[in-house]
Structure formats: C-alpha cells, structure tokens
C-alpha cells in the first residue's frame, strides 16, 4: 500500500468513523502528446496517462444513501441510492459522480450505498483531464469487486461526461485513464477503440506548463467546435457518402465545405496526420521532428481551429526560443490550459526558470510546472 492510499484511509475514516473502508481507487490524469481534438471525429490521439491521479476510498454507508466528499472542494452531497434512475444534473462538481453512478445503474450495475472520500492531485481547469480521472476512479470504487470490460469502462465514463455532465467530449481521457501504460504513449484510433504501444525515445523530458487561466468562451466553443466540425463532415458526405467523419476525409475534399467548418476540418485531417508522423518519427529518434510536430500542431489550433489564446501562444513562443526545447504546443481543449513541451534531458529546470520569468513579467502570473512521467492506468491500489 503506497503512501496517498493510507493517507486516503485515514481521511476516509475521520469523515465516514462508522464505516469500515473496503478500498482505495487510482485514475489517473493525462496529456495528449499530439492529436487533439480528434477523438470525436473518431481520429488518432497520442496521450500518456500521468502519475498524477485521482484517488477514491469506498466504505459501506448506512440508510440507503451514496454519500460524497471531495477534499480538494472541501464539500459533501448525498443521494439516495433509489433515486439514481431519475437523478437530475446539479450543474457543478458533483455531476461527475452522479452521471458515473447513474450510468453504471442504467447499465445494470445497481449502486450500494456507499460512502466516498475522493482527493484528486490532477489540477482542475489545467486540460489534463481531472475530469476523466474522476470519472474511473469513482466508477471502479462503486464497482468494487465486480469486473467491468475495460473498453466498456472507459465508454461508461464518457457517457457520464456527455450525457449528464454535459460536455460532448470524446472518448480519449477516459480511455487513456483505463489503459494508460508505464514509460509509453498510446496511439488510440478513436474509431476502433483499439490501441498501439508507442515507445518514447530514452531519456526525453516531457513537461506541462500550466497558464492558470480558463477563459469562459471554452465550454461554448467545445460545443461550436463539434458542430463545425459534424457540418464539415456533411457537406463531403453529399458528394462522398462513404466519409463518415473527419477521419475519412482528405485534403482534396475541403473545396467542398464552405465558411468556418472548411477551416476546422483542415485542422482535423492535417491533426490526424500528425499522429501517424510523430508515432513514425519517435520510432527512429528523430526529436527535432516531434518536436516540429508539436508547434506545427500548435500553429493548426491556433489559426484553423481557433481554440488558443494569448497565453497559450507567449507560452509556446517563449518555450521555442529556449535552447533544449525541441517543441512546444497548446495540450486539451484550449482557451487556457496547458502547453506540453518536448526537452532534451537535463533540461527541465533550466526549462522552467526561464518560463516562470518570461510569464510573470509577461502577465504578472505565476505558471505551474508539471513533469510528465506517463503511468499505469487505472486499478484498485489498496
């Protein structure tokens, strides 16, 4: 048992002292490495799950109620267990457990009442997927030593998020937060739902910087996005009725989609693209190309699919100029966030010196640095 998993228990018994913990959940976060945006035009995406996660105790609870704290909002709800069929969106943190709760019921999966103590070491708002790893974690506590399809798992997490939640994501956070590999990436076809192994090159350093800032357009534009990109989609589909999504399409068919949407699916099949060359590109060492990659990247989401912003971009530009840095780019859905940047080892404090500087004297802004060691995926850690 590590120690977050006995600190876990300890929290979990001074909240809940009349229930015995039955065990202790880890989900964790992640950063898409290339391909983003996406995976709901049933793409390819190159996330690591991190060793940074969300954590979940489970206990029995009396009086046929689930009950819910979270440390890091330092704020409790509670259901009753029967009313989960017919449970209504509360628009705020605690959506997130009560779609996965709701979900595994309608999956026949009944949900005993319980007691949750959740502690979640993902920054929120950072696009790391705190989200996601929220999702898992609760979800495989509430199963306990009941066994779910991995597949079906991650697919239960994002309908919590789409369906209740409300966030039309895709399915690539949940799904790298179940099969997230040590010291790899994974090239997931978002059609599929299958995966590759990428092995990352020796000795290569990976770390997010965090701007501390979410614009509030995001949320809309995510949903602007996804309809831009369904509208680009059709307008092939009438000439070419074997494109079911972007991830069939090619450059030659752009000529056909008019306005915004031709921009937003130039930024798709180029994305997709990008994958296939850095996946090929990593498997030869080849670090000024990834690194390429990473701005090229960059450049596709800040000009054709709109979804930067100025601190992203000083964050990319700054980190460019800085000898040791092969390459640099916006990471999630945009609008504030993280960049994730490729460093030649030994680099990384010498990396994050010059940036802190550069964004304080830029925005008067503290960033946050977060080293990315890719980790094991989700499971039952005590």
Known sequence: MDGAARGLIDAFQERFPDSACAGVWRAPGRVNLIGEHTDYNLGFVLPVALDMACYVARGPAAGGRLNVHSRNMNDARSWPVS????????????DYVAGVAVQLVKAGYPVEPSNLFIHSAVPFGGGLSSSASLEVSVALALLGDRVMDRVELAKLARRAENEFAGMPCGIMDQYISVFGQEDSALKIDCRSLEFEVVRLPAGIEIVAVNTMV????????YRERVAECAAAAEAIRRRHPEVASLRDANLDQLELIDGVPRQRARHIITENRRVEDFVAASARGDLAAMGALFVASHRSLQHDYEVSCEELDFLVETATAIPGVYGSRMTGGGFGGCTVNLLEPGTSARFQEAMAKAYRDRFAIEPRFYPCKPSHGARRIA
């Open 214 to 221: 979410k614009h509030e357009l995001g949320g809309t534009a």
């Open 83 to 94: 009313a989960l069929p017919t449970l209504q969106p509360s628009k705020d943190w605690s």
